[in-house]
């Protein structure tokens, strides 16, 4: 969703600190370019490991599926359906995240691959904020993401790519890839950027890779920064 003036919802997912982490890092080169040219105003940092989102209950399920029976809702008459005290609060716990996401024009997020796929604290934001017809305008149907730029950045330990012993194991760009586009984020301005071998350092098992993890982590940097560079366009 663009607005008059650029803003910038920038998730990290990692639990590991910011000198261990390359998600972290690498979100943080894109998020000061974007700064440099745009200032702070229309920036929005949350540390979804530091600050985590409540994992959703019964109660969010439930004023989820009475929404769902009433076809796409209004955002601002959704708390009209609920029917007691815990929905509300769930209902209170999820608005304003939404509202964050609506609110940019471009959405950076860092994440590490956890067992094949992306972190719990990842996951408990992407459950909080997918709220039936949130991102449906009720009026017209139309895509509230359509315009919206995503860019994601991964990091992972080990190495997932085609010939590589884990190949057909990457759950985490896949699912990424089919999330956002669920959401109605057009594909071409949905970037993933990833860095493999990044524990080829520290691992035993993976010194032998060090150099195939530097290459990678080179490109990350390269693409991240064009991403950066290119400002509002993909």
Known sequence: MTTDRPTLLHLDASPSRFADSVSRRLTALFADAWRERHGTGGY????????????????????GQRVERHGTVPL?????????????????????????????????????????????????????????????????GEKLLGRTRVVVVTARGGSYGPGSPREGMDFQLPYLRAYFGGLGVDGERLRLVNADLTRAADIPALAGFQEFAAVSLAAATAEVTALAEAGSRV
């Open 76 to 140: 601002d008459k959704v708390a009209e359906l609920a029917v007691d005290a815990e929905e509300e609060r769930e209902w209170a716990l999820t608005l304003p995240l939404i509202g964050e996401l609506l609110a940019a024009d471009t959405v950076l997020i860092g994440t590490p691959m956890y067992n094949l796929s992306v972190p719990a604290a990842m996951k408990a934001w992407i459950d909080r904020v997918t709220f039936p017809g949130a991102y449906t305008d009720p009026a017209s």
């Open 44 to 63: 929005r940092h949350r540390d979804l490991t530091a600050d985590p989102v409540p994992l959703t209950g019964a109660a969010y399920a439930a004023l």
